[in-house]
């Protein structure tokens, strides 16, 4: 299964830094947001070497926050499928250094499977505030020709809610198979 589906940092900080990204439609919106936050560390570089990335993702924060289509966690609403599996393709945490409010960051690229058989490379996102922790953004991007986005917020206690995401990838990387619904503990 090939998976390039995230543009090099450079081609995301031009398309962040456009005059109409704001004004993308919702799953552009959420589409780029992910891009951004799977580049994390790159564009963390970018930003410590040359000081050239200077739009914050904050500023779509509020609308995709709009858009929220999901009330339960995604991880556990994917995974309540029996039939669905995942693999971890990479991942990435930390903070985001382009973001002065919601910088914590943790992403993943996943191959999403049903019954063995590959459907889908999606890009996973969690988000949350470095103030308080407590308000966050979840956000699951597949690969497919429309970008079908699936967001949550949440509006209080994100690092509860970060920390089991988190956890859930975690246990599926310690186990070094693909996670299974069946195997979650949640």
């Known amino acids: 299964m090939e998976h390039n589906l995230i543009p090099e ?31 994390l560390e790159k564009i963390n570089s970018y930003i410590e070497d040359s000081c050239n990335f200077t ?3 904050d500023s779509v924060f509020p609308s995709l926050k709009e858009e929220a289509n999901c009330r339960k966690a995604i991880l ?11 693999d971890i ?23 999403i499977y049903r019954s063995g058989t590959p459907k889908h490379i999606a890009l996973y996102s969690f988000v949350q505030d470095s103030a308080s922790e407590a308000e966050g953004l979840e956000i699951l991007t597949i690969n497919e020709s429309n970008l079908p986005s699936y967001i949550r917020h949440i509006q209080s206690n994100a690092k509860r809610e970060f920390r089991e995401a988190v956890s859930i990838i975690a246990g599926h990387k310690k186990i070094g198979r693909k996670y299974h619904a069946r195997t979650l503990k949640i």
């Open 89 to 111: 393709l990479s991942d990435t945490n930390g903070i985001s250094l382009a973001d002065k409010e919601y910088n914590l960051v943790y992403s993943a690229e996943i191959a």
């Open 76 to 86: 556990t609403k994917l995974l309540e499928d029996d039939t669905i599996t995942i």
């Open 55 to 57: 739009k914050s993702l």
């Open 9 to 39: 940092p450079e081609t995301t900080r031009v398309i962040i830094e456009s005059e109409d990204f704001s004004s993308l439609p919702i799953n552009k919106l959420a589409f780029f947001w992910s891009c951004a936050r799977q580049r």
